[in-house]
Nanobody, 124 residues
Framework: QVTLVESGGGLVQAGTSLILSCAAS????????VGWFRQAPGKERESLAA????????YTADSVKARFTISRDNAKNTVYLQMNSLKPEDTAVYYC?????????????????WGQGTQVTVSA
């Protein structure tokens, strides 16, 4: 397994942008698919985006496709989530997760290594 640490969250105003980072330990990070998810209080976990091992395939949920972009830098063992035009409804804890190879998926149960999450709060 790989250890994941999210960062970049915080309190921002609506309409602004944030870049979340997911830093991974280990030398084999480039062999993992990585996904971003979020969970707001009282709501189910929501899938946001996923990126393949080499970064050449990406899936993004329709609900955020126009505003969120996933990318990765395997040399830095890091995956990013660029979030633009943030809205109060984007307020949630954001998690990254890794899956060793396999089929790229947005399903949370496809991932077996999870970070602790980073809080994003968007004020109106």
């Amino acid at each position: 397994q790989v250890t994941l640490v999210e960062s970049g969250g915080g309190l921002v105003q609506a309409g602004t942008s944030l870049i979340l980072s997911c830093a991974a330990s280990g030398r084999t990070f480039s062999t993992y698919n990585v996904g971003w998810f979020r969970q707001a209080p009282g709501k189910e976990r929501e899938s946001l985006a996923a990126i393949s091992t080499a970064g050449n395939r990406k899936y993004t949920a329709d609900s955020v496709k126009a505003r969120f972009t996933i990318s990765r830098d395997n040399a830095k063992n890091t995956v990013y989530l660029q979030m633009n035009s943030l809205k109060p409804e984007d307020t949630a804890v954001y998690y990254c997760a890794a899956d060793r190879g396999g089929t790229l998926s947005l399903r949370p149960n496809a991932y077996d290594s999870w970070g602790q999450g980073t809080q994003v709060t968007v004020s109106a």
